[in-house]
């Protein structure tokens, strides 16, 4: 669904928040088209964290 909405300009800029481990996964999946859009990630254990705090 990512890939589709990217392809079709309906996301023009992309960021990835994600634990460590689950970014490297993601990123073995990362399909080509998914590049121009990525703008950057973020390595992050988010448990323990409030939404103000990841704002």
């Known amino acids: 669904m990512m890939l589709l909405s990217c392809t079709n300009a309906e996301i023009s800029e992309l960021i990835v928040v994600a634990a460590p481990r689950t970014l490297g996964e993601l990123r073995k999946r990362y399909h ?11 390595a992050m254990v988010m448990s323990g964290h409030s939404v103000d705090d990841l704002r």
């Open 32 to 42: 080509q088209k998914l590049g121009p859009v990525l703008k950057t990630e973020i």
